[in-house]
């Protein structure tokens, strides 16, 4: 213990004469928490600190980034159900002068067929108007060939055009957008015999 003391005695008097020397006076300050580097327990204990740091850095970005995808699927979940929502409101507010059409020839007194026809022939043109704007087209297949997916066969009948050609439509198809929304029913031909 006691060679200890000198030497630490020794030490300090040789830091106090660099201090009072010119050129310690311009040097900046030596930072006390910097680890000597003879120390490697203070070397280590400062990578670790530093670790730290970056770990709780790291962490706090991720919990930002976690919350910030979770607001993106609320929000998306939220879009989607409000779109499935008013999906047909377009298609409705298309529909609302049919249907006036529709209402205002009932409520007409004393009409003449005439007058009915030529009523019955505008409110189709604003329907068909409405079917267009929403991507409703007809399906009217009379002598295609029969196609599974968009036509529904009733019947077959011997016929003399080619085989599986529909020769009757008995009700349209629809179709919205290339995807079916209701299948043309049709009787197809067989051939003879």
Same mark, same amino acid.
């Given at each position: 213990m006691q060679d200890k003391q000198p030497h630490d005695a020794e030490i300090t008097q040789s830091l106090a004469a660099e201090s009072s020397t010119p050129e310690a006076a311009d040097r900046p300050a030596e930072d006390t928490a910097a680890p000597a580097q003879d120390d490697p327990?203070?070397? @280590?204990?400062?990578?670790? *600190?530093?670790? #730290?740091? %970056?770990?709780?850095? =790291? =962490? &706090?970005?991720?919990? *930002?980034? %976690?919350? #910030?995808?979770?607001?993106?699927? *609320?929000?998306?979940?939220? &879009?989607?159900? %409000?779109?499935?929502r008013f999906a047909a409101d377009k298609f409705a507010s298309a529909l609302l002068p049919?249907? &006036?059409? @529709?209402?205002a020839a009932l409520a007409t007194e004393n009409q003449t067929l005439e007058s009915l026809k030529e009523g019955v022939e505008l409110t189709l043109k604003q329907l068909s108007?409405?079917?267009?704007?929403?991507?409703?087209?007809e399906e009217h297949p009379l002598n295609q060939k029969f196609d599974p997916n968009r036509h529904q066969a009733i019947s077959a009948v011997p016929s003399d055009a #080619?085989?599986?050609?529909?020769?009757?439509? @008995?009700? %349209?198809?629809?179709?919205? =957008? #290339?995807?079916? @929304?209701?299948?043309?029913?049709?009787?197809v031909s067989q051939s003879k015999g």
């Open positions: 327990l203070a070397v @280590l204990q400062a990578a670790l *600190r530093e670790a #730290e740091l %970056k770990a709780a850095e =790291h =962490h &706090d970005a991720w919990l *930002r980034a %976690k919350a #910030e995808a979770e607001n993106v699927r *609320r929000r998306a979940q939220e &879009d989607i159900a %409000k779109a499935s049919v249907r &006036d059409s @529709l209402e108007a409405a079917f267009e704007g929403a991507g409703v087209t #080619e085989p599986n050609t529909v020769v009757n439509v @008995l009700q %349209k198809g629809y179709m919205i =957008h #290339e995807r079916v @929304l209701r299948p043309a029913m049709v009787m």
